[in-house]
């Protein structure tokens, strides 16, 4: 059906979903949504991400004495929330979400691997101590195999979720988010997060749509 568009699964993972270290709002919901369209194999490429961070991640509220969760800072001048721990590389919480037949996946990319720079987008990292964004190659990798759009599913809505989208546009592929199989970190960011993608031109669908 979309023979030159790609799905991309952002971060679905134990440690987002009830009882994990950072859990979204209703996560667990999305779960049978996702697997029925992966099951549906409607797309030509299918990419899941998976945050992947050392134990002593720079983003980790247990990095930064004296400060709390969710507490923001100034790191490489930009702003920084400080997380609880979370996605560590080998735990369970870090695993994929049962459920999902991540087998159908042609590519998964994990992110966040490196100890000093936090990582959203599946596209590029957040901003490193010497200003630039490192990529993660994804929009190459999507290129090369004649990707024009891109679906986008996941957690969270409010960040990670957001965050790739935005730089899928940036990179120029024409993007959507399906909204029902995302869940945010809070609803209370749902409007703000519409108004960005009317703003840049950032689709909205419903996983029945498809």
Known sequence: MHNQA????VDIQNDFL??????CYEADGILP???ALVKRQLFAC?????????ANHISFVTQH???????????????????????VQGSHGAALAQGIDWDK????LRKGCRVDVDSYSAFQENYGPDGE?????????????????????GLA????????????KSHGFHTTIIWDLCAPVTPASDETVRQTCRDLGIGIVLSDDL
């Open 105 to 108: 996946m042609d590519l998964i």
């Open 133 to 153: 964004r490192p990529s993660t190659g994804l929009a190459g990798y999507l290129k090369e195999r004649g990707i024009t759009s891109v679906y986008i599913a």
């Open 46 to 54: 299918h990419i899941a991400t998976q945050d992947w961070h050392p």
């Open 157 to 168: 809505r409010d960040v990670c979720v957001l965050w790739t989208a935005q730089d899928a």
């Open 6 to 9: 790609a799905l991309i699964l």
């Open 33 to 35: 949504g996702v697997q």
């Open 65 to 87: 004495e004296g400060k709390q969760a969710f507490e923001s800072i100034r790191l490489y001048e930009q702003a920084q929330t400080l997380w609880p721990v979370h996605c």
């Open 18 to 23: 009830p009882g994990g270290a950072l859990a």
